[in-house]
């Protein structure tokens, strides 16, 4: 009996470590995201799990418009298919993040599995000659293992500050962006995926993502904020660039 419960709070202290570490640092990255924006008085325009068809040339265009970089958490497998899309973004001085290769879910996978999927997420950007801007774990999840990797290799964890909820229970565009007034700037997490699996009105995502940084670019240059890329939240603000091609 007594054996029995040890080991059952053996296993209870053990999934706490293997999870609730992963779960802390990443609160205490959020609140150093949120410290870094309020100096720089910076929003950072983020985007995940691309490229694709049609949202990544359509965002593309839009930012070489307003003159705006952004950092792409790219998707290996999704570069390598993509590949014209993929140079564009290059060719405009988007900064790129590695996403992994196959959007492994830390939390669902084995650790050895989850460890492969990013080495091969950033061995894919290393073959495309690709500087990478850090690495966004999928769904924001990671365990002991996958922290302590990025933490032994020097790879820079990218998490963010404001869920735009694309993918799910999006939010209305003025509330979003009060958001951002209210905690002066953030790193701003959206995906240029074609079309969720999930959330309300999946086929209406490319527009909702559109119209979403568009609003924003305004929201910034009205309030004057500075628009970032990921990168120059850690660099002297002599060195940064807010501004894209031209």
Not at 71 to 92: K, M, P, Q, W
Request: charge should be neutral; aromatic fraction near 10%; charged fraction near 25%.
């Amino acid at each position: 009996m007594a054996s029995g419960l040890l080991w059952i709070i053996l296993v209870i202290l053990s999934l706490g470590v293997w999870f609730g570490v992963p779960v802390f640092f990443r609160w205490r990255a959020g609140r150093e995201l949120g410290r870094l924006t309020r100096k720089r008085r910076a929003i950072v325009l983020t985007y995940d799990d691309g490229p694709s068809d049609i949202v990544t040339p359509r965002l593309t265009e839009l930012l070489r418009q307003r003159k705006v970089r952004a950092t792409f958490f790219v998707i290996g497998r999704n570069a390598a298919h993509h590949s014209e899309t993929f140079r564009r973004l290059c060719a405009d001085g988007h900064e790129i993040g590695n996403h992994t290769q196959d959007h492994l879910n830390a939390w669902k996978s084995g650790p050895l599995q989850a460890v492969r999927d990013i080495r091969r997420g950033a061995g894919s950007l290393a073959e495309l000659n690709v500087e990478r801007a850090g690495f966004r774990p999928p769904f924001g999840k990671c365990t002991l293992a996958t922290l302590l990797y990025c933490l032994i290799s020097g790879t820079r964890l990218a998490f963010w500050t404001h869920d735009s909820r694309d993918s799910w229970h999006r939010l209305p565009t003025e509330q979003f962006l009060e958001q951002l007034r209210a905690t002066e700037g953030g790193v701003v997490l959206m995906h240029d995926f074609d079309r969720p699996q999930r959330g309300p009105s999946p086929e209406e995502h490319p527009d909702y993502v559109l119209t979403l940084t568009e609003k924003i670019i305004d929201f910034a240059e009205t309030h004057d904020f500075n628009l970032l890329v990921f990168s120059d939240l850690f660099d002297p603000p002599e060195v940064s660039s807010i501004r894209g091609p031209t």
